[in-house]
């Protein structure tokens, strides 16, 4: 009988690990956010250099988290994102400020209304985080009146926009190669991904362009990464002398995530995101 019992407790333990096995395998991805600050996650998604629009949490996807830090006597809103961002190799916080919000639509300063870290720079050095937050309030005219004429305005939205299905791997590889003007020796493209940055007024938008490729003659890891932002127009074309920006020159090994200098590359990714906008005539009528 105690064998019988032990055999089916084991027959029982197995099963429960197989079923939940075969859920995890075929668990929708959902990468809508359901949380309680959707104005919040617009601003955010329309503000990051690369979003993905989830946080990672081991096999998992899980809504972004956001965290209310402060209000003005104005309303505007001090908050934390924190999200899985492809481009930049790792999840990240952003300290992000609002202007203003209503059922519709949100608003708030573009371009200087965001500053990303990775946790682990600032964790030991509050002091280091207290300036990061006054600088942000002072770019944003915190506890002053809100000019709304001022302010982006993006209709709210619970998840990133369609990256067109005319950006196949294909094409991706493509833009890579023009942009790089012939097939770099001893590199093996590997992934092409595309992610969302933003979109103006005038229907431009911004991506960001993330190739990974294997390096026959790199030592370290086998591996090469580029990164590109870039803009196009709104019916998909671009001006091929004047529409991206290459960061690839900006990276820094894996092995230097948690390091200042990764700071400073994450620095220097949103530096170049600002020049590319302007150079491109970010916002302003055709």
Known sequence: MRKFSKFLCVLLTTSVMLLSSACFLFWPIDDEYDGEHPDLYTVAINSLLGSVGYASHGEWE?????????????????????ELAMGLFTQVDSYIVCQDSDKEYVYFYEDVNIYTITPSVYSGDPSDCEAIKVNLKDKNDWNKPIVIEKCARKKIVTKLPAIPEVFDDETLIDMFLKIEGEQPPNITVRYCTLSYCACDDYGRTAYLLSVDCHNSNTEEYGWEYHRYVMILEPNGTYNPDMFYSDITSFSYPLYK??????????????????VLKQRNNWNQPF
């Open 257 to 274: 995530l948690a390091t200042k200098e990764y700071q400073g590359y994450i620095d220097q990714c949103y530096s170049e995101y600002r």
């Open 62 to 82: 899980e809504d972004s988290v956001i965290t209310i830090i402060e209000t003005d006597d104005f309303g505007r809103t001090l908050f934390m994102y924190t």
